[in-house]
């Protein structure tokens, strides 16, 4: 069955260094999406992204945060100067169409120091 | 807006009992409704979904009733196995204008043999 990969699995940044995290998305979809899990919280969305923009982002997304499509395969996340409180798990998802089930990857365990 | 609340965790249980996870939503209009599980050291695997009121999700023994008049989705096995160990999300996708999934804090289980 296709599945979300992500890479890496654990990521540990100095405060204030950017960080990418990288996904490749089931092949045939189309809508991409970011969400993150503080450790004991809820997973919280991020942000979406449809035909090479973004469609939604929330209040979480600032200027710190940017997302790209840069080739037909990959999709990445990229935290410019990170902060402490960036730390969570952060995973990436999928779906055909926007009212399509999303299929999630297994996530991105990222540690600021 | 539109929000999830479910069951606080941990559930205890023996192998063979019976399992009920209890989850409620509010939103306007009709989402669709999902239940995902984490197995530890994993990411978030779908496990069932139902787009309209009365229909009922299942897959691996479980199942959940999309009730409109109460807004909840419980997740509910007959009889669980120490495999069934994971944390249980409950969420809600809004569609429309909007694809963000909206999960609920998540039901720790714990199956004893």
């Known amino acids: 069955e296709p599945e979300v990969t992500q890479t890496p699995s654990h990521q540990v940044t100095q405060m204030g260094q950017e960080v990418i995290l990288r996904c490749v998305p089931i092949?045939?979809?189309?809508?991409f999406y970011w969400y993150r899990q503080i450790l004991g919280q809820k997973v919280e969305f991020l942000v979406s992204f449809y035909n090479n923009e973004i469609s939604e982002k929330s209040e979480i997304f600032d200027d710190q945060f940017s997302v790209e499509r840069p080739d037909g395969s990959n999709f990445t996340l990229k935290i410019r100067s990170t902060k402490l409180e960036d730390s969570a798990m952060y995973f990436c998802?999928?779906?055909?169409?926007?009212?399509?089930?999303?299929?999630f990857g297994d996530g991105t365990r990222l540690s600021i120091l | 807006g539109n929000s999830v609340t479910q069951m606080e965790g941990p559930v205890t249980l023996s192998e063979e009992a019976f399992l009920t996870i209890n989850c409620t939503y509010t939103a306007t209009g009709y989402p669709s409704l999902f239940w995902y599980v984490q197995y530890p050291g994993e990411g978030l695997q779908l496990l069932l979904k139902a787009t309209k009121a009365d229909d009922k999700g299942s897959n691996k023994g479980f199942e959940a009733t999309y009730r409109k008049e109460t807004t909840s989705f419980h997740l509910e096995k007959g009889s669980v196995q120490v495999s069934d160990s994971a944390v249980y999300f409950c969420?809600?996708?809004?569609?429309?204008?909007?694809?963000?999934?909206?999960f609920g804090t998540g039901t720790l289980l714990a199956v004893q043999p």
């Open positions: 998802a999928s779906s055909l169409t926007g009212d399509q089930p999303q299929h």
């Open positions: 092949s045939n979809h189309l809508y």
């Open positions: 969420a809600l996708l809004y569609g429309g204008a909007t694809n963000k999934l909206i």
